[in-house]
Nanobody
């Protein structure tokens, strides 16, 4: 059974840090591009960061210098290290895995990140 399960969300004060994890199972994780998206109430889902099969990364401008995406293919895990968190980072964060062909993708259920001022 294919699964992506996020964990590590929670409540932090502005300036704090969190590390999100994404556990993959039921498919060949190393063949998929992995990304993190987020969605705040009343807003569209937006791309936060992406990491390719070879480890190249891309970041949204609003998180550059603060967030780091990584992956461990042997453990079938993806990560998002977040530092210097701001209240505007408050959102549900989703893990996404997309086959290089673009024909198949999977989504996790999301984990809530809340940053208080």
């Amino acid at each position: 059974q294919v699964q992506l399960v996020e964990s590590g969300g929670g409540l932090v004060q502005a300036g704090g840090s969190l590390r999100l994890s994404c556990a993959a199972s039921g498919f060949t994780f190393s063949s998929y591009v992995m990304a993190w998206y987020r969605q705040a109430p009343g807003k569209e889902r937006e791309l936060v960061a992406r990491i390719t099969l070879g480890g190249s990364t891309d970041y949204a401008d609003f998180v550059k210098g603060r967030f780091t995406i990584s992956r461990d293919n042997a453990k079938k895990m993806g990560y998002l290290q977040m530092i210097s968190l701001k209240p505007e980072d408050t959102a549900v964060y989703y893990c996404n895995a997309r086959l290089v062909t673009g024909f198949t993708e999977y989504w996790g259920q999301g984990t809530q990140v809340t940053v208080s001022s």
